[in-house]
C-alpha cells in the first residue's frame, strides 16, 4: 500500500520499476525489508525530490504568484509611487523652507518693508522693517491692505492687488504712492510695489511680495533740498561754489548781479577773474593758508567787475568736508559794500571838516594828534627810550597817570625816602606806592637815598632802584663807567 503522500502517477513508476527487476536478482529472491539505517534512503528521496521530501513550497509560492500576480505588481507599484512621491514633498518642502530663509533674509535686511501675501493677499511673512513701521498690525493671516492702509485708500489698492494676481508672469510688478498708518495709527506717506511671484496661485502659498518704502525721509530731503535751492537762488549775497582745486562749480544770480558775469562765463574758471590787482600775492597766499588749516576764511577784499568797476566785498570762504574729512569743494559768500564804503565816507567828512569851509575842525585835529603821539611813542620805544614820572605822590600827581601816559617808571620823591626811616607815615607812602608801580607793571625809583640805612629798608620793602649820595654824588657822563667798575668791585667784596 502507497504512502498517501504518494500520487498515482509515482504509484505507476514505482510498479514499472519492479516489474522491470530479473528473476534471479537479489531484490526478486530476497524481496524488500527496512534497512537499519534509513538516513541513506532519505538522502535517496531528497536527492530525487520523492515524498515526503517533495519541495512544497516552491509549488505553493508559484501558485500564490499565479494567482495573485496583478494585485503584487500593482501593489509594489503603488508601493515605488508613494516613496516617490514623498521624496518629491520632502525635497519641495525643502525647496519652500529655504525659499521662505531667503525671503526672511531679504525680508530683514530691506529699508522696505517686506510683506508675502498669499492669493487673497492675507499676510503670510514680514520683515523687521514692516514691524517697525506697522507694529500689531503685522499678523498672520490678517488682510494686509485692510490693516496697515487708511480706508479711503483700499479701493486703489485693492485694485492694484487683483490686477498684480491677474498676472501671468512671475516678477511682474504694479507700483503706486499712498498713504498707511503707523503702529500708532498715523498716517504717513509711502510707496507701494506689489510684484508677483507664483501666477494662478491658490490657497495660502506665496502668491505675491509687497514692498512698502516710508517716504518721509526722502520727502524731508526734498524740502531741505528746495529750501537751500531757493535760500542759493534767492539770496542778496553772491554765493560762489568750487571745487577743492578752486575751479568754480556754480554761482547764484547774484553774482551775476554784482559782478556782471554770467553763469555760463564763470563755469569752470578759477575766482582769479575777479581780482583787482590791490592785493597783493601774499595776501591771497595766507588767505589760501588760513583756509587750508581753519576750514574758513572772512575779510574785506578789492575785486573787479566785468565793466573794469574795481568795488569792495565782505568776502567769506568756508571749506566742505565729506564724512570722511576729505575735502569736498568751497563756498564762498559775498556782499557788495560800495554803498557802505561811500556812506562811511560822507560820515567822516561830516564829522571831521567843516562844512563850510571844508577845512578841518578841532575832531580832527584831535584825532590827528593822538595818532601822531601813538606814532611818537611807538617810535621812541624802538629808539629804547623811556618815560618816567617824577616826584610822584606830589603836587598834581593823580593815579589816572599810570593808566593813561605810556609811563615806564616811577619815581618817589626823595620828601617821603628821607623821613621813612623815622615817619611810619612817610614809610606807608613809600610802601604804597611801590606796592601801585607793581600793579601797574611800572619799575620804580627811590630819590634821596642818602645812607645804606635807608637803601635797606627800600630793598626791604620791594624797591631795588634808587638814586642818591649813598651810592654817589653827580659825576660827569664819562666818569661813570670808571664808578660802575668800582661799584661792582666793592658789591663783590661784600
Given at each position: ?20 527487476f ?37 509549488a ?27 521624496a ?5 518642502h ?22 508675502s ?97 516710508d ?58 577773474v ?53 575735502l ?6 559775498f ?124 630793598v ?35
Amino acid at each position: 500500500m502507497l504512502h498517501p503522500s504518494v500520487s498515482a502517477e509515482r504509484g505507476r513508476q514505482i510498479a514499472t520499476a519492479l516489474l522491470t527487476f530479473t528473476h534471479d536478482g537479489d531484490a526478486a529472491v530476497t524481496g524488500f525489508t527496512i534497512p537499519a539505517d534509513y538516513r541513506s534512503v532519505a538522502t535517496v528521496l531528497k536527492a530525487n525530490n520523492a515524498p515526503p521530501f517533495e519541495n512544497k513550497g516552491q509549488a505553493l509560492l508559484a501558485e500564490i504568484w499565479r494567482t495573485h500576480q496583478a494585485g503584487v505588481i500593482g501593489g509594489i507599484s503603488a508601493l515605488v509611487l508613494l516613496m516617490t512621491a514623498g521624496a518629491v514633498l520632502a525635497w519641495e518642502h525643502r525647496r519652500l523652507r529655504r525659499s521662505f530663509q531667503r525671503l526672511g533674509m531679504l525680508a530683514n535686511a530691506s529699508r522696505d518693508a517686506v510683506i508675502s501675501l498669499d492669493s487673497r493677499g492675507a499676510i503670510k511673512l514680514w520683515g523687521r522693517t514692516a514691524d517697525r513701521l506697522f507694529g500689531l498690525r503685522m499678523r498672520r493671516g490678517a488682510r494686509f491692505i485692510q490693516e496697515a492702509f487708511p480706508d479711503n485708500t483700499h479701493p486703489t489698492l485693492l485694485k492694484l492687488l487683483r490686477r498684480t494676481l491677474e498676472e501671468q508672469t512671475a516678477g511682474t510688478e504694479q507700483r503706486c504712492e499712498s498713504q498707511a498708518l503707523d503702529a500708532q495709527g498715523q498716517a504717513f506717506p509711502v510707496e507701494v510695489v506689489l510684484k508677483l511671484v507664483q501666477p494662478n496661485a491658490k490657497g495660502p502659498q506665496t502668491a505675491a511680495l509687497a514692498f512698502v518704502r516710508d517716504l518721509r525721509p526722502e520727502l524731508t530731503q526734498l524740502l531741505r533740498t528746495r529750501l537751500m535751492t531757493s535760500v542759493f537762488t534767492h539770496a542778496r549775497e553772491g554765493i560762489t561754489i568750487t571745487d577743492p582745486k578752486g575751479n568754480i562749480l556754480d554761482v547764484n544770480p547774484a553774482f551775476t548781479s554784482i559782478t556782471g558775469y554770467e553763469r555760463s562765463e564763470v563755469l569752470g574758471r578759477n575766482p582769479r577773474v575777479l581780482q583787482s590787482g590791490r592785493q597783493s600775492a601774499e595776501f591771497f597766499q595766507n588767505l589760501w593758508n588760513t583756509l587750508l588749516s581753519d576750514g574758513q576764511w572772512s575779510g574785506e577784499i578789492w575785486n573787479r567787475r566785468k565793466s573794469g568797476e574795481i568795488y569792495p566785498e565782505i568776502l567769506s570762504i568756508s571749506a566742505v568736508r565729506d564724512e570722511h574729512e576729505e575735502l569736498h569743494h568751497f563756498v564762498a559768500v559775498f556782499t557788495d559794500i560800495t554803498e557802505l564804503k561811500r556812506h562811511q565816507q560822507r560820515l567822516e567828512q561830516v564829522a571831521h571838516f567843516d562844512a563850510l569851509t571844508g577845512l578841518p575842525n578841532r575832531a580832527l585835529l584831535s584825532d590827528r594828534l593822538s595818532q601822531a603821539t601813538a606814532h611818537a611813542h611807538r617810535q621812541v620805544r624802538t629808539l629804547g627810550v623811556d618815560f618816567a614820572l617824577d616826584d610822584f605822590g606830589t603836587g598834581y600827581s593823580s593815579l589816572a597817570y599810570l593808566k593813561h601816559l605810556p609811563i615806564g617808571t616811577l619815581k618817589i620823591d626823595q620828601s617821603f625816602v628821607r623821613g621813612m626811616a623815622h615817619s611810619a607815615g612817610d614809610r606807608a607812602i613809600v610802601e604804597a606806592v611801590i606796592s601801585l608801580a607793581k600793579v601797574f607793571d611800572r619799575r620804580v625809583i627811590a630819590e634821596g637815598v642818602e645812607n645804606a640805612h635807608l637803601a635797606q629798608l627800600l630793598v626791604e620793602l620791594g624797591c631795588e632802584l634808587g638814586q642818591g649820595y649813598a651810592f654817589s654824588k653827580p659825576i660827569p657822563a664819562e666818569q661813570i663807567p670808571g664808578w660802575i667798575a668800582a661799584f661792582e668791585n666793592a658789591a663783590a667784596r661784600t
